[in-house]
């Protein structure tokens, strides 16, 4: 099914899955889908190697966390959350080069804490990963960075660029195969 995208999210300075000037990191962009479902889009580089040609299953684990935390900030855009239990499933090997797709989503809310689930998928349609995580809600005027006038502060935005997709197509399927486009 195509979603149309209806907000792209905040970059930050120096994360590793979404720092614009961490230059080791996958600088990830993020989209709000019309579906409710958060898609980041992002390519795995030599850097982020376990073996050859393969990516790190940390770096799988990393770009999992950080999706499913950032769902919170589809409904509450200046929520945060701080992780404190994320299980990962690997099914396939995750490739180096080739620009994938992520998705996440909320479960469940409570007052001070939120859960999601969120899938890594290929090329191919098939999800490569598939995590579930629970985590404290942060509000963002609590980090500990916040002042106005610091780095961090200042360059949390977003970035607006002609790569953006408009809209993400994906299908979910009850064996959990999925197929992707970018329109
Ligand atoms: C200023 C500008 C900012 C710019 C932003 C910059 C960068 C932004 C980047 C991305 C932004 C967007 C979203 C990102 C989302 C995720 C990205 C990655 C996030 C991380 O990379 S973050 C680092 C890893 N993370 C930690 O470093 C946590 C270490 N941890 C602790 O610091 C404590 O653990 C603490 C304080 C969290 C809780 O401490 P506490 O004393 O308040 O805990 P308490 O016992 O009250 O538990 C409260 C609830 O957590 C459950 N709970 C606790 N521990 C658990 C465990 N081990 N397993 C399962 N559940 C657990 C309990 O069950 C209860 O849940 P419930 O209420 O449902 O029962």
């Known amino acids: 099914m195509k979603h149309k995208v209806l907000r792209k999210q905040e970059n930050s ?4 899955v979404c720092g614009v000037k961490n230059d080791f990191g996958l600088k990830a962009s993020f989209y709000e889908l019309d579906n409710g479902e958060l ?3 992002f390519t795995p580089r030599e850097e982020h190697q376990s073996y050859p040609g393969i990516a790190h299953g940390g770096i799988s684990a990393a770009i999992l966390d950080e999706t499913i935390g950032r769902a919170i900030m589809v409904t509450d855009r200046d929520m945060l959350g701080y992780t404190v239990e994320l299980n990962l499933k690997y099914k396939k090997h995750v490739p180096l080069g080739q620009k994938l ?8 809310e409570k007052s001070r804490t939120f859960e999601g689930t969120g899938e890594i998928i290929l ?6 990963a598939s995590a579930t995580a629970k985590y404290l809600k942060v ?3 609590k980090m500990p960075s916040f002042q106005e006038d610091s ?4 360059e949390w935005q977003v970035n607006i660029s002609e790569n ?16 992707l486009r970018l329109g």
């Open 139 to 141: 509000p963002l005027d």
């Open 39 to 41: 898609a980041g889009i």
């Open 101 to 108: 797709i992520v998705i996440g989503r909320i479960t469940r």
């Open 164 to 179: 953006d997709p408009r809209e993400i197509e994906y299908e979910q399927k009850t064996d959990m195969k999925t197929c």
């Open 151 to 154: 780095e961090d502060r200042m």
């Open 123 to 128: 090329a191919n349609g098939e999800v490569a």
């Open 13 to 16: 300075r120096m994360c590793l």
